[in-house]
């Protein structure tokens, strides 16, 4: 099967759902500064995918996914 839009990438629609997460887990946060950091790095885990995949390159797609992952990293991080 060939992936022809990022939607159907597993990794890409998990990414959402982890997002939509860090939104509800850290809505009532008062810390308004961790709350804004943390949401920008969940939601770059999918758009990074979003991004890679539409470069039409298997290299930009690499790279693009080595930043989602640095972009968990950070929530991962922020989260400990």
């Given at each position: 099967?060939?992936?022809?839009?990022?939607?159907?990438?597993?990794?890409?629609?998990?990414?959402?759902?982890?997002?939509?997460?860090?939104?509800?887990?850290?809505?009532?946060?008062?810390?308004?500064a961790?709350?804004?950091?943390?949401?920008?790095?969940?939601?770059?885990?999918?758009?990074?995918?979003?991004?890679?995949?539409?470069?039409?390159?298997?290299?930009?797609?690499?790279?693009?996914?080595y930043?989602?992952?640095?972009?968990?990293?950070?929530?991962?991080?922020?989260?400990?």
């Amino acid at each position: 099967m060939v992936i022809q839009k990022f939607e159907d990438i597993i990794a890409w629609q998990r990414a959402q759902d982890f997002a939509v997460d860090i939104y509800s887990s850290f809505s009532s946060s008062r810390d308004f500064a961790f709350k804004d950091q943390i949401c920008r790095a969940a939601v770059s885990i999918s758009n990074n995918i979003a991004e890679g995949f539409d470069r039409n390159s298997d290299a930009d797609f690499s790279r693009f996914l080595y930043i989602a992952l640095s972009s968990c990293s950070e929530t991962k991080s922020m989260l400990y």
